[in-house]
C-alpha cells in the first residue's frame, strides 16, 4: 500500500481552508483542495498495516487502503470504482464526516493519521469533473414500486440502491428541497447546495421520481401509499429538537437551532421572510450546545455579523489528548475545535441554564450556574454531576439558539395513523430485516437510528435497501 517508507518520509497535509477574515464574508464552501502531487503523497503515506483498522471504524466499510494506493499511482479512475462500491456520496461524507476512519488509522497509534477525508472527496470531485459519472439507467425494470418517506441521506442512499437493483423508487419530501439535513440543516459554507443539487439531478436521470411539498401523514396517508406501493421506507429523520423549559424560555429571542438554521440555508437560496427573519447582526448570541448543530450556528451567527457569541456546553471539557479508557482504535473522545470555533466564539463548558430574564417580552440575559463532575459510575458510564455553590453568573443574550440535540423523530400522523411501534429511545423499532411492526413498511436513517451522522445515514439506507429487495424479491 503506498510507498513502503511513505509514513516516515512524508508529513500528513490536510486541505488548507481560506483565512477566518476572509470566509466569514460569505457563504460558499472555504476548503482549498490540495493539488494532485499533494495527494499522491499522502496516500503515499498509508502502509501495509495488515488489518486495516479503518476500514472498519469507517461506518459504510470503505476499502480506503485500496484507493489510497490507486491514488499513489496516480490511477484515479480506478480508485473512484472502488469508492463508489461502498459509498453513494463520497461528496458528503467527504466534505462533512467526521472521519472516524482516521482516529482509527494504524499511523494514529503516535503519528498523524493518514488525509482519509480529503483523498476521497479528492476522488470524487475528480470522478465528477473528468465526466467518469454518467448517469446509469438500469436495463430493464422489476415492476416493484418503493415509495420513501424523506430525502435525507438514508432516503437518498436508499432510493439509490433500489433502483440500481431495478425497481421503481418514488421519494416523498414534505419541504421544498430535496436532501433533508444536507439541504436544510448544514450550512452551506460547509456543504454548497449545488453539490446536493449535482446528485440528485444525476439521480432523476437515473430514474428515481421526487416529489417535493408532500407530506406523508398529511397531504398522503401511510395507508394510502401501502395501498400502491410493493414496500415503504420511513426515513424521515429525528426532528424533535430538545428543549429548555426554564422560566423565561418563552420570550422574544429564543429559538430552536433548526428554526435559525434553516432560514438562512433557505435565505441562500433566494426566500425572504417578510419581518421575520432570525438574525444575529449586531446582538450578542449564546448557542447553548456543543455539537455539530451548535457549532453551525456559531458559524451562522457570525457571518450574520454577530456583535459576539458564546457557546455554553452543559458537559465537562474533554481532555486535549486520549484518555487511557479511551484507547486507539476508538473514536477518540478529545475536544475538538471546529471551523465554526475558529472563527470566533468563546466556549463555556459545565454550565447549566438556569433562567432567562428579559426586556418588554425579549430576551436579554441568560442565567447559569458552573457545574462540577463526581467519579464515573461504572454501571451507566455516567459522572454524576452537581451545581457549584455561588458560581451562578449571567451572560447578555439578545438571541439565544438551542442546539441540544434531537429525541427522535415527531410523533405526529406518519407515525400513529397505522400505530408505528416505537423502541424504548422512541426512535421508529424496527426488527432484524429493519422492518418496523407493519408488514411492508421498513425504517432507516435517524428515524430509526435516533440523531447520528451523515455516514451512518448512508449506512442505513444502504442495509435497509437490502432488507427491502430481498423482501420483493421473494
Ligand atoms: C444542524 C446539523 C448539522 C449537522 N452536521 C453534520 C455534519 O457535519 N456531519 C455529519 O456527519 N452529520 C451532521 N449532522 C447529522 C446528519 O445531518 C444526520 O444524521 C442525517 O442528515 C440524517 O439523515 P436522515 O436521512 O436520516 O434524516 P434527515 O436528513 O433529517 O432527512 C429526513 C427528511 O425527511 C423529511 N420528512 C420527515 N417527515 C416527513 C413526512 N411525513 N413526509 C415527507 N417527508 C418527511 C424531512 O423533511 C427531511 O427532509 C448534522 C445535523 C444537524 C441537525
Ligand atoms: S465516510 Fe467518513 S469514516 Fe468513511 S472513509 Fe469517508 S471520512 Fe472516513
Redesign the pocket.
Known amino acids: 500500500m503506498g510507498e513502503v517508507k511513505g509514513f516516515i518520509k512524508y508529513k500528513k497535509n490536510d486541505f488548507n481552508k481560506q483565512k477566518v477574515e476572509d470566509r466569514i464574508n460569505h457563504w460558499d464552501e472555504f476548503t482549498i483542495p490540495l493539488v494532485e502531487e499533494e495527494l499522491r503523497i499522502q496516500g503515499a503515506r498509508c502502509m501495509d498495516c495488515g488489518i486495516p483498522f479503518c476500514q472498519s471504524g469507517c461506518p459504510i466499510s470503505n476499502i480506503i487502503p485500496d484507493w489510497n494506493d490507486l491514488v499513489y499511482k496516480g490511477n484515479w479512475q480506478e480508485a473512484y470504482k472502488r469508492l463508489k462500491r461502498t459509498n453513494n456520496f463520497p461528496e458528503f461524507?467527504g466534505r462533512?464526516?467526521?472521519a472516524p476512519c482516521e482516529n482509527s488509522c494504524t499511523l494514529a497509534i503516535n503519528k498523524d493519521a493518514v488525509t482519509i477525508k480529503n483523498i476521497e472527496v479528492s476522488i470524487i470531485e475528480k470522478a465528477f469533473n473528468e465526466g467518469w459519472i454518467n448517469s446509469e439507467l438500469p436495463n430493464v425494470r422489476s415492476g416493484k414500486k418503493i415509495a420513501i418517506?424523506?430525502?435525507?441521506?438514508?432516503?437518498?442512499a436508499c432510493a439509490d440502491e433500489l433502483n440500481k437493483n431495478s425497481h421503481s423508487v418514488t421519494v416523498?419530501?414534505?419541504?421544498e428541497f430535496i436532501?433533508?439535513?444536507?439541504t436544510?440543516?448544514?450550512p452551506n459554507f460547509?456543504l454548497d447546495k449545488k453539490i446536493v443539487q449535482r446528485r440528485v439531478e444525476l439521480m432523476k436521470s437515473e430514474g428515481v421520481e421526487f416529489k417535493t411539498n408532500?407530506?406523508?401523514?398529511?397531504d398522503i396517508l401511510l395507508s394510502e401509499l401501502l395501498d400502491k406501493f410493493d414496500a415503504i421506507v420511513l426515513?424521515?429523520?429525528?426532528?424533535k429538537p430538545r428543549d429548555l423549559p426554564i422560566e423565561g424560555r418563552n420570550l422574544n429571542g429564543i429559538y430552536y437551532?433548526?428554526e435559525y438554521?434553516t432560514q438562512q440555508n433557505r435565505t441562500n437560496m433566494g426566500q425572504t421572510f417578510n419581518g421575520n427573519r432570525i438574525t444575529a447582526k449586531d446582538k450578542n448570541v449564546v448557542v447553548i450546545g456543543g455539537g455539530?448543530?451548535g457549532s453551525?450556528c456559531i458559524g451562522t451567527a457570525i457571518r450574520q455579523g454577530a456583535k459576539s457569541v458564546m457557546n455554553l456546553e452543559l458537559l465537562a471539557q474533554p481532555p486535549a489528548e486520549r484518555s487511557e479508557d479511551n484507547p486507539w482504535p476508538q473514536w477518540a473522545l478529545i475536544e475538538r475545535k471546529s471551523t465554526s470555533h475558529e472563527e470566533g466564539c468563546d466556549r463555556i463548558y459545565s454550565v447549566m441554564t438556569k433562567k432567562f430574564t428579559g426586556e418588554n417580552g425579549n430576551v436579554k440575559k441568560l442565567h447559569a450556574i458552573k457545574l462540577q463532575f463526581g467519579e464515573k459510575d461504572p454501571r451507566t458510564g455516567r459522572k454524576p454531576m452537581s451545581e457549584i455553590i455561588g458560581s451562578d453568573f449571567t451572560l447578555d443574550a439578545d438571541l439565544v439558539l438551542l442546539a441540544m440535540g434531537?429525541t427522535g423523530?415527531?410523533k405526529?400522523k406518519?407515525i400513529s395513523e397505522l400505530d408505528i411501534d416505537l423502541d424504548e429511545r422512541s426512535n421508529v423499532k424496527t426488527d432484524e430485516n429493519r422492518m418496523t411492526n407493519i408488514p411492508g413498511i421498513f425504517a432507516?436513517?435517524?428515524?430509526r437510528r435516533g440523531?447520528?451522522?451523515?455516514?451512518?445515514?448512508i449506512n442505513?439506507?444502504r442495509t435497509t435497501a437490502q432488507h427491502v429487495h430481498k423482501y420483493i424479491s421473494v
Open positions: 461524507t462533512v464526516c467526521p418517506v424523506g430525502s435525507g441521506p438514508a432516503g437518498l416523498f419530501e414534505k419541504n436532501g433533508g439535513l444536507l436544510l440543516g448544514i460547509k408532500v407530506e406523508i401523514g398529511k426515513a424521515g429523520g429525528a426532528e437551532a433548526m438554521l455539530d448543530t453551525d434531537f423523530p415527531v405526529n406518519l432507516a436513517g435517524d428515524m440523531q447520528s451522522l451523515v455516514v451512518w445515514a442505513e439506507g
